[in-house]
Structure formats: structure tokens, C-alpha cells
């Protein structure tokens, strides 16, 4: 379905210096579709535990429809980009994660307003306004057992090294640890949001999905983008 970066985006890569610009951006959805390929059957198994059993196949079909509207369409800015992805996510995506995910990137677009590449800080800035929109559709707090878990202590470290002056890529590294470690975080925690929740003290012991798929995310942003 998805394979790895194409030309194009090989060549916005090699072109980085601590900036983003639209192709590598661009390399960065296409990797997050190929690893929620890889793992679709991972996240699945993970929902079947504590939710409806389809958070990898429904992420699948929205990644795979992301996809196809880029290659139909490239994207011309950053801006276009996330709210072209929210949008698609959005229409072809049910449960919780198409609204998750979709009002996530439709923020990113905001806030990356018109410019045509972003730094570390200008990445800093864009994932909390995806924060920000995951917590307004979901209303999830730290400790709900929820994909806030991963992505809040991610984007705290981007800022954080965006604030230090560190490069791109080190600061990706260090918001994948961040997310890597607020998704394993999750494992012990009860759910206080969504179905899982209806399993009260039995959903403890099990790792939640969106955290998994969220730092999947960041994984793609450091693979991609460093």
C-alpha cells in the first residue's frame, strides 16, 4: 500500500538543515501510513482488549485514503498538507480516532499558517495545537489512558528542545522517547475515557491503542524528518 518516501521527498530530506519544508512533510504522512500499515494488526489486537477491536483497521483506511488524495493532489504548503490529511481523516475514518486524529491535523493546519517550511519550534508549535484539539474533541487528561498519554509528554520535549536551540533531529529523537515512554505508561493506568472505561479496574494491564498509534507518529516524524 505504502511504501517508503518517494524521490521527491528523498530530495527534501537531504535538503534539511533543522527545517521542514512541504516534501519532507509530506515523507512524513506517507511513513506514518506505513507503519500503521505494519502494525494494523498490532493495534487491532491491542483494541480488542479494551475497546471495539478496530483502531488498526479503521487508522489503515484512513491512512490509505490519505494517501491517495496527496498523490492525487500534492500538497503545496504545510498548511495544506495537515488540513487536506484532517479532512480526509475526517470523512473516511469512524469510532474515535477518524474525529481524534482528524481535528488533530485540521489544528496542525491552523497553526502552521503560510509559510512554506517549519523548524523545530514551528513543529513544537504545531503538535500542541494537535494536543489542543485532541483534548477539545476528547476531553482526555493525563492519566485518562488515552492517546494524551503519549502525545502530551512528546510535544512537551519538543518544546523544551526547540527552547534549548537543539537540532531537528535530536529533538525528534527525544519526543519519540517521550511518547515511547508515555504509551508504556498507559499499561497500569484504568481508563477513564471512551470504552475502555467501561472495563473499570480491568483495563489496567493493557497498553491503549491510540497511545501506541500516536507515537507511531512521532516515530514517523523522526524517521522522516531527521
Known amino acids: 500500500m505504502v511504501g517508503r518516501p518517494g524521490a521527491y521527498a528523498r530530495a527534501a530530506l537531504g535538503n534539511l538543515t533543522g527545517m521542514a519544508d512541504t516534501g519532507a512533510l509530506y515523507a512524513w504522512i506517507r511513513e506514518f501510513a506505513r507503519l500503521i500499515e505494519e502494525h494494523k494488526d498490532l493495534l487491532t489486537e491491542l483494541d480488542s482488549a479494551i475497546g471495539d477491536a478496530d483502531h488498526g483497521s479503521n487508522l489503515h483506511r484512513g491512512m490509505t485514503a490519505v494517501v491517495a488524495a496527496l498523490e492525487k493532489e500534492p500538497p503545496e504548503t504545510p498548511a495544506d498538507l495537515f488540513k487536506r490529511t484532517g479532512m480526509t481523516l475526517v470523512s473516511t475514518v469512524g469510532g474515535a480516532s477518524g474525529p481524534l486524529y482528524g481535528t488533530a491535523f485540521l489544528r496542525m493546519s491552523a497553526a502552521a499558517g503560510a509559510g512554506e517550511t517549519l523548524d523545530g519550534a514551528d ?103 531527521s
Do not use: N
Open 123 to 225: 513543529l513544537a508549535k504545531v503538535l500542541r495545537a494537535a494536543l489542543e484539539g485532541v483534548v477539545a474533541r476528547g476531553k482526555a487528561q493525563a492519566g485518562d489512558k488515552t492517546m494524551y498519554d503519549a502525545l502530551a509528554p512528546a510535544v512537551l520535549s519538543l518544546e523544551e528542545s526547540a527552547a534549548a536551540g537543539q537540532p531537528l533531529a535530536e529533538a525528534l529523537d527525544a519526543a519519540v522517547r517521550a511518547a515511547e515512554q508515555g504509551r508504556e505508561s498507559t499499561i497500569a493506568m484504568v481508563a477513564r475515557k471512551g470504552r475502555a472505561s467501561y472495563l473499570g479496574e480491568r483495563s489496567a494491564g493493557h497498553q491503549d491503542p491510540g497511545a501506541t498509534s500516536v507515537t507511531l507518529l512521532l516515530v514517523a516524524a523522526s524517521a522522516a524528518l
